[in-house]
């Protein structure tokens, strides 16, 4: 067993991923950048049409469980990929969703809205752009539903909790078994970060197994110093709950990739999407992987990445987006 497995294997589990997901090299990319690039494929995590949060339910649903909840609250935007796998989840097991959404009831439902009504959310929709607004509507209706006799398990953005952040911690786990697999020595991970939960779990990950490389988060919204603050003040909270340590050190965001803000096209994100599937094969979504993927194939032309390195991207999902 493990480091990792020894260190995860006090906390409740249950299996809502379909692991290990592929890991492979992406050859016509590479040849076009000239750097070796590998793809760690979490948009096939199997559930509800995948992506990086299965890999947080498979221990914030059996956390909830386990403390006899009978209801979720789950936040983010119209199009939020965190709140279609909180549906599915919440169907598959049992508990009522509630979703709390920013933007306005659309005339249509599509992309990840429509799937959060058909697996039977009960969706809320705040017409702001105010986190703030959005946070204190939510606790209203967390109150209104515990005076009515119900038990919440009320989740942040993304679902990044020391305990959703642990689904990433094994996750690191998993890379590290592609790369031995695979008789690679990886030098880069790249993937896009914006709740730090997925990027906070891979930094205790690489902690725990003292992995020599380096974990680059590239921010979809907010800026450098914020989104490093913010990885480092949840890594600090999950590496606790594992009784180890970690550093500030291993926490490498990079926010050039942003554009006009959060959801926001960039020209070399279009340009990534389209390389991605013309040349792979594989659909990324504009909001996180395609800014995400700009990132690392600007590394690669500009330098940043050395031609011999050996680099992984982790495409996290979200390309429901494409359906909106
Ligand atoms: C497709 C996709 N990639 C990456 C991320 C970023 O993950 P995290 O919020 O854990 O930083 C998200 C989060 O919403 C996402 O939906």
Redesign the pocket.
């Known amino acids: 067993m493990s480091k990792i497995d020894d260190l995860l294997k006090k906390f409740p589990k249950r299996i809502v991923s379909v692991l290990p997901t592929p890991f492979h090299r992406l050859d016509s990319i590479s040849e076009i950048v000239g750097c070796n690039i590998y793809i760690k494929r979490d948009d096939l995590t199997g559930f509800t049409f995948s992506?990086?949060?299965t890999r947080?339910f498979d221990f914030l649903i059996a956390d909830a469980l386990s403390k006899g909840y009978d209801t979720i609250i789950g936040i983010?935007a119209n199009q939020?990929?965190?709140c279609r796998i909180l549906s599915g989840v919440g169907a598959k097991y049992g508990l009522s969703v509630h979703l709390i959404l920013n933007g306005k009831k659309p005339y249509k439902f599509t992309g990840n809205l429509l799937i959060d009504h058909m697996l039977g959310a009960n969706i809320h929709h705040i017409d702001t752009t105010d986190p703030d607004v959005r946070m204190e509507e939510a606790e209203r209706i967390r109150d209104k539903l515990i005076s009515e006799g119900k038990t919440v398990y009320f989740l942040p953005?993304?679902g990044?909790t020391p305990v959703g952040a642990l689904g990433?911690v094994a996750g690191f786990a998993e890379l590290i078994n592609d790369f031995k697999k695979n008789s690679l020595k990886i030098d880069k991970i790249i993937?896009?970060?914006?709740?730090?939960?997925?990027?906070a779990g891979l930094v205790v990950g690489q902690s725990i197994t003292k992995w020599n490389g380096k974990i680059i988060?590239i921010s979809?919204d907010v800026t450098e110093v914020e989104l490093k603050k913010i990885v480092y003040e949840l890594a600090r909270e999950t590496a606790k709950s594992l009784t180890i340590d970690i550093s500030k050190d291993i926490i490498y965001v990079d926010d050039s990739y942003i554009g006009a803000g959060y959801g926001k096209r960039t020209p070399e994100c279009e340009e990534a999407v389209s390389l991605f599937a013309r040349k792979e094969g594989i659909f990324l979504?504009y909001?996180?992987?395609g800014k995400?993927a700009a990132g690392l194939l600007d590394y690669c032309r500009s330098g940043k990445i050395f031609p011999g390195e050996n680099v992984v991207f982790i495409h996290?999902?979200?390309n429901i987006e494409l359906f909106e």
């Open positions: 992506g990086n949060k947080k983010g939020s990929n965190f953005p993304g990044s990433y993937l896009a970060s914006s709740s730090a939960g997925t990027q988060g979809v979504d909001v996180y992987t995400a996290t999902g979200g």
